[in-house]
């Protein structure tokens, strides 16, 4: 088994000053990676700021001999996605990882979603992923080398009641990585999704007590790391993390049926039993696949 270490690397983790992004800043500099810690200090919901909290892990690390420095820069806006990956560059000199780990919740029902929280939880998720991976990736690019890992959710993969804004921002992670894995594949970019259940500030008030234990933040941190590292191969993986336990999930096409003619209405409903099935999916990695697939017959 060779060991996964992070030395001459750099990496930047959003949301660090917490839960999961703590534990990835901390880990990650334990094996060597010099770590921007970004973290803008808001409350859970995306209020307010302060510098204390990426500041106490920048200490933390520095106490273990890790190197780190702080930003406090919002991941929702260009300037600070911009800023962000320009503190890396002009501290440490390049980057070469980045986790998009920052995370809000204004958890409501949809007929009671106002415009402002839809707008201010697709603001950190998927427009701050956007905001901080577009300079990185164009740096990346450059350098011939990349890992970026996208955090997205169980809520957004398959639904979780009075979360429609976050499951929305949540998949559309999902698409961004379908595409940049395509995009980044010539310059050994890899994409890819941590999918986490953990006890964090985000989710203190969704898990009972008791199970605090079970679903500790450091259980996401080694597959996350893996993702981040040189022996990592695959790109567009949604990996899950929860418990100890460790699952790849994909978006897969049922062999479906085929038409001669123009089909009815009617004729829809005979075959809907066909359609609905999944039985033999198959997994394509991009649209193209998918459409020739669509104009094979089935037999």
């Given at each position: ?249 994909a978006i897969v096409t049922g062999p479906g049926t085929i038409f001669s003619e123009m089909p009815s209405p009617e004729q829809i409903s005979e075959r809907w039993d066909e359609i609905m099935s999944l039985d033999n999916a198959t997994y394509y990695d991009d649209i193209n696949k998918m459409t020739a697939a669509c104009l094979k017959p089935?037999?």
């Amino acid at each position: 088994m060779s060991k996964i270490d992070f030395k001459g690397r750099v990496a930047i983790v959003t949301g660090a000053g917490a839960g999961l992004g703590r534990d990835y800043a901390i880990e990650l500099a334990k094996r060597g990676a010099k770590v921007v810690v970004n973290d803008l200090g808001g409350s859970r919901d995306g209020m307010g700021s302060s510098d204390a909290a990426a500041n106490k892990v920048v200490e933390e690390i520095e106490a273990q001999n890790g190197e780190a420095i702080p930003n406090f820069d919002s991941v929702a806006t260009v300037e600070g996605g911009v800023n962000i990956v320009k503190t890396a560059i002009d501290v440490f000199g390049k980057v070469d990882i980045v986790i998009n780990n920052a995370g809000i919740l204004r958890d409501k029902t949809f007929h009671n979603m106002e415009p402002e929280s839809w707008d201010s939880i697709l603001a950190v998720h998927l427009r701050g992923a956007y905001c901080v991976s577009k300079p990185a990736f164009v740096h990346m690019r450059e350098k011939g080398y990349g890992r970026i890992v996208m955090t997205s959710s169980g809520a957004g993969l398959f639904g979780n009641f009075g979360q429609t804004n976050y499951s929305s921002a949540k998949m559309g992670l999902l698409g961004l990585t379908n595409t940049l894995k395509l995009e980044g594949a010539r310059y050994n970019i890899k994409v890819n999704v941590i999918v986490p259940a953990a006890m964090t500030r985000l989710t203190e008030d969704v898990f009972p007590p008791e199970m605090a234990k079970a679903f500790k933040a450091e259980y996401i941190t080694p597959a996350t790391l893996y993702l981040c590292s040189e022996q990592c191969r695959d790109s567009g993986a949604y990996i899950n993390a929860c418990a100890g336990y460790y699952s790849r999930s994909a978006i897969v096409t049922g062999p479906g049926t085929i038409f001669s003619e123009m089909p009815s209405p009617e004729q829809i409903s005979e075959r809907w039993d066909e359609i609905m099935s999944l039985d033999n999916a198959t997994y394509y990695d991009d649209i193209n696949k998918m459409t020739a697939a669509c104009l094979k017959p089935t037999g």
